[in-house]
């Protein structure tokens, strides 16, 4: 049974809308495109309804492709978290289980194949469609006291750490598709995924879009309230957990680094692991961050981390990717292999003699110098 609202007018008649379904997949797109507070998930927060679109028909990479998906939008909130939209009107006949993998393959690709600087791209070229200036859209978007250049360094960390929002827009979620996604919800840390129905009524030359969040259990909600103010790691928490083991062999590897990376100038990003510690030497460059190497403190040994799927340009290229590997190899001893270059290979802080760090120090050198020359 159709469902309708009543609207009373200025005139003080009243209005009947009845519950009608889109003409088009198209046309919910191009509504959300157009007016994004549609995906209003909280009008309890403090900033309920902002969000930037960065592209509709974003491409999405694979190993071999540039645009091996097409997902139907991309928007980013306040807090530079991405969201990844898709949109399915109730008329469409494919499994649910089918629209679920489509997405997760947009997620488990996008968090390894997008740089930020084709984040940034795409946003600008939707600014310029629309003859704005991209630097004012986005410092409206932020209010005037947030750096521009902040707002991308979070969107670079969000994406790093898998923290991204994926989201299934429909005028109708059935029941099955529903439970789909409160599972994946309570399940997935820090990742999110909601379904949102928007319902379509019209009628006396009016149209009204009523949205309503679907997923999000008071389990989840709970659980990830608390994953999400993750105490952040720092110096001393991160090494006393190799002076409680007694480790002086990697406690010194990790120091030594930590120090290279200081002298350098970079700018160390902790991470929030309830268990594990780590830090990434990050180079700022051209406002744009650039991963280095990872420090880990593992589960019984550290290891150090090598993240090339979150390498920025010009490493992002196969063969700079491959000469970095090769050189890495050379100072470590360790092979790296093609198929891990679109992975984080380690190798573990007990095998790293003093040579060896040295070593390693003068690949860093090199790749930090390639990026800065580029």
Do not use: C
């Amino acid at each position: 049974m159709k469902q309708g609202i009543f609207l009373i007018k200025a005139d003080g008649s009243l209005a009947q809308l009845k519950n009608e379904a889109y003409e088009s997949e198209d046309l919910l797109q191009r509504l959300l495109a157009e007016y994004p507070n549609l995906l209003s998930m909280d009008s309890e927060t403090e900033y309920p309804n902002r969000w930037l679109l960065v592209k509709r028909e974003m491409g999405v990479p694979d190993d071999q492709y540039i645009n091996r998906w097409s997902l139907d939008h991309l928007f980013l909130d306040i807090n530079g978290i991405p969201t990844l939209v898709e949109v399915k009107r109730s008329s469409d006949t494919r499994s649910r289980r089918e629209v679920v993998a489509q997405m997760l393959d947009y997620a488990a690709n996008a968090v390894v194949h997008w740089p930020i600087e084709r984040i940034q791209a795409e946003f600008e070229a939707t600014s310029d469609k629309s003859s704005k200036e991209p630097d004012q859209v986005l410092q409206e978007f932020l209010g005037s006291d947030v750096s521009l250049e902040i707002y991308w360094n979070n969107v670079k960390t969000n994406l790093l750490a898998g923290k991204i929002r994926m989201v299934f827009v429909a005028d109708v979620i059935p029941k099955e598709l529903r439970r789909i996604i409160e599972f994946l919800n309570e399940q997935m840390d820090p990742a999110e995924v909601i379904g949102i129905e928007i319902k379509q009524f019209v009628g006396e030359g009016i149209t009204s879009l009523v949205p309503e969040v679907v997923g999000k259990t008071m389990e989840s909600e709970l659980r990830k309230s608390v994953s999400y103010h993750k105490e952040v790691w720092d110096e001393d928490r991160f090494f006393s957990v190799f002076t409680q083991r007694k480790n002086e062999l990697e406690e010194d590897g990790a120091r030594t680094m930590l120090q290279w990376a200081k002298d350098r100038g970079l700018r160390i990003w902790w991470g929030s692991g309830t268990k594990n510690g780590s830090f990434y030497p990050m180079l700022d460059w051209k406002s744009q961050a650039h991963n280095t190497f990872g420090v880990w403190t593992g589960w019984k040994n550290g290891h150090v981390e090598i993240p090339f799927a979150k390498f920025s340009a010009p490493f992002q290229q196969f063969e700079k990717k491959r000469e970095l590997a090769d050189r890495i190899s050379r100072a470590t001893g360790e092979q790296i292999p093609d198929d891990r270059l679109s992975r984080f290979p380690s190798v573990k802080l007990s095998a790293l003699s003093k040579k060896k760090l040295i070593d390693i120090f003068e690949v860093f050198d090199w790749y930090i110098k390639t990026i800065q020359e580029s």
